[in-house]
């Protein structure tokens, strides 16, 4: 198909086409226009697109005709008939709103559950009819489990982000899941990419479906331009806020590697005037919602976020996209800018790396099959650290070769030098060595026995344990009580010491020299 064919020219219903033009759509997008009407014919489909180009509209706007087609037969309160799975929270935030902006003027139900927020409301929601319910996998099970949900009434089962899912190791939950659908039903596979792991789940899930796919395999959106700084990791966060202001961004969503980052990045751009908040997986809902709702209506400029919004923001034409650190999967590089020139707008993706992330940068410019490029540093002031700040990036493994020629890593052997006597500790910065002690006074080694040997004892001065003696020819700890087996040699009575019965035979513990019987006068 064309892009010159509206909305009406594919067969939906008059009440979509009206909630469609209050919207301010008129003209489908290429996955739309192709997914709508396979979907609308009742068979399986398997769609991938890049993110970005409309796949939630794609799947909604059919299945809210057929469902409002078709009466349900036997419909009952906590059975729905559509289920629609996503990975995460924000996700399935952002499909359940999109349900109702284009049903609005359909009688049909929807509903949304995820984790992290009181089960009560979800429990209370489901004892009402539900056409169409939108949930995360980990969520669901729990009202299966309690028997809060049937899905035995399920025509249509659609999973978006497919790709996601399987990255976040939910297959357990969706194979679960499966088990509990009729087998008869519609199912769609929405997915960013066409992997070899989504060709096989689709093999054993679709019915002979339909394909679409829209954009080659992990391209990134043609309409976002993409630029590069070379920065140490320190200098990062002063070129942040020296772009932000500098360049006046109003609305610039920065992608982090770790939680902790997350947050010490946000604290930092406060300091610095500019309103911030961080989202990731620590964070509460209600937190994250309100944050996300603040980014949207543009109260709030930055946004910092770790990869669990990669995939679930849908922001119209958000401008700016910001990688704070390079992610370690290249693909997700590709889903973090897709958050940027959606729906046929512009954006720019900005990314800033130091040296450690140099083959990260070389694996993601393999993936999308293109050179990214390289911007001039502008001057910009760098900050003056603080007490509390410390790296913001996670442990990364570093090369072999690297600790072979650091000289530091060395041990000292290996750089000619001769490891100081463990009985004499070097002193502290600025204090005076310590004056010979006595040779038997506390702390220094332990003098030679008889035997040659030195006592067992623990050293104040090195901390290590002075060596036991050892009579083993083969530098064995000699057996414990002399016996063969190394095990322990029974007490012998002392004749000054009660015995005390046990009962098992064994001979009584020697009580402590403080405790024990006075002998009887001496006989004359």
Known sequence: MTSEVNFAGLGLAQP???AISEAGYSTPTPIQSQAIP???????????????????AGFTLPVLHRLA???PANARAGRPRCLILTPTRELAAQVEESVQTYGKHLPLTSMVMFGGVGIN?????????????????????????????????????????ADRMLDMGFIRDIRKILA??????????????????????????????GCVEVARRNTTAELVRQSIYLVPQKQKRDLLAHLVKDNAWEQVLVFTRTKHGANKLAEYLIKQGIPSAAIHGNKSQTARTRA???????????????????????????????NFELPNVPEDYVHRIGRTGRAGSSGAAVSFVDGEEKSYLTAIERLIKRSIEREPLPEFVIAAPDASDVDTRGPRPQPRQQARRDPAAQPRHARGE?????????????RAPARPRDPDAVGNRAPRGPDGNRSTHRSEADGNRVASPRPDVDGNRAPRGGEANGNRAPRTADPR???????????????????AAKPGPRED
């Open 121 to 161: 409301p979800q429990i209370q929601a489901l004892r009402k009819r539900v056409d169409i319910l939108v949930a995360t996998p980990g969520r669901l099970l729990d009202h299966v489990g309690q028997k809060t949900l049937d899905l035995s009434g399920v025509e249509i089962l659609i999973l978006d982000e």
């Open 292 to 322: 996300l709702a603040q980014f949207k209506d543009g109260s709030l400029p930055v946004l910092v976020a770790t990869d669990i919004a990669a995939r679930g923001l849908d922001i119209d034409q958000l401008p700016h996209v910001v």
């Open 16 to 18: 979509l086409l009206r």
């Open 497 to 515: 010491s009660p015995q005390r019965a046990d009962g098992n035979g064994r001979p009584a513990r020697q009580r402590p020299a403080l405790f």
């Open 69 to 71: 087609a078709a009466a």
């Open 180 to 209: 509990l659908l009729p087998r008869q039903r519609q199912n769609l596979l929405f997915s960013a990419t066409f992997s070899d792991e989504i060709r096989e789940l689709a093999n054993g899930l679709l019915n002979n479906p």
């Open 418 to 430: 001769r490891p100081a006597p463990r009985s004499q500790p070097h002193p502290a910065p600025g």
């Open 38 to 56: 396979l979907v609308l014919a009742g068979g399986d489909l398997l769609a991938a697109a890049q993110t970005g180009t409309g796949k939630t």
